[in-house]
């Protein structure tokens, strides 16, 4: 089941949001994050969404969430999407930690099972 644009923007306030410029900024953070990137407008992410919240409600986990529609901050969207090598959405990225930046390589055609072992490597 995919998402509408309406219930899309809904779900995504379980997230939290964030900035491109920030993510920058915690790269070199000990705590590991997860980011999970994506925009409303995109078939692909709005069904990728209700598989990551079934995964962050039944695993008790916490995404941030940043929104790749262009905006005044899309110089600092490109510069993340590069370092974290996100040419598509949606990609789930962890930051921070010992791997400091990595794509975690979803896809929307992942199954829950195939993300929930992406996410726990």
């Known amino acids: 089941?995919?998402?509408?644009?309406?219930?899309?923007?809904?779900?995504?306030?379980?997230l939290n949001r964030v900035n491109a410029k920030?993510?920058?900024?915690n790269l070199d953070?000990?705590?590991?994050?997860?980011v999970f990137v994506g925009?409303?407008?995109?078939?692909?992410?709005?069904?990728?969404?209700?598989?990551?919240?079934?995964?962050?409600?039944s695993d008790d986990l916490e995404f941030a969430?940043?929104?790749?529609?262009?905006?005044?901050?899309s110089v600092a969207i490109q510069e993340f999407r590069?370092?974290?090598?996100?040419?598509?959405?949606?990609a789930?990225?962890?930051i921070g930690g010992e791997k400091r930046l990595e794509n975690l390589g979803v896809d929307s055609s992942d199954s829950i099972?195939?993300?929930r072992e992406k996410i726990a490597q």
Do not use: G, H, W
Not at 1 to 14: G, L, Q, W
């Open 65 to 73: 969430y940043l929104d790749s529609t262009a905006t005044a901050e």
């Open 92 to 94: 789930l990225v962890r």
């Open 1 to 14: 089941m995919a998402y509408s644009e309406s219930e899309f923007n809904e779900a995504v306030e379980k």
């Open 39 to 57: 925009r409303p407008t995109c078939p692909y992410c709005r069904k990728f969404l209700p598989k990551l919240i079934e995964i962050i409600e």
């Open 22 to 25: 920030d993510l920058l900024s």
């Open 113 to 115: 099972e195939s993300i």
């Open 82 to 90: 590069e370092q974290a090598q996100v040419a598509t959405v949606p």
């Open 29 to 34: 953070s000990k705590e590991e994050s997860l």
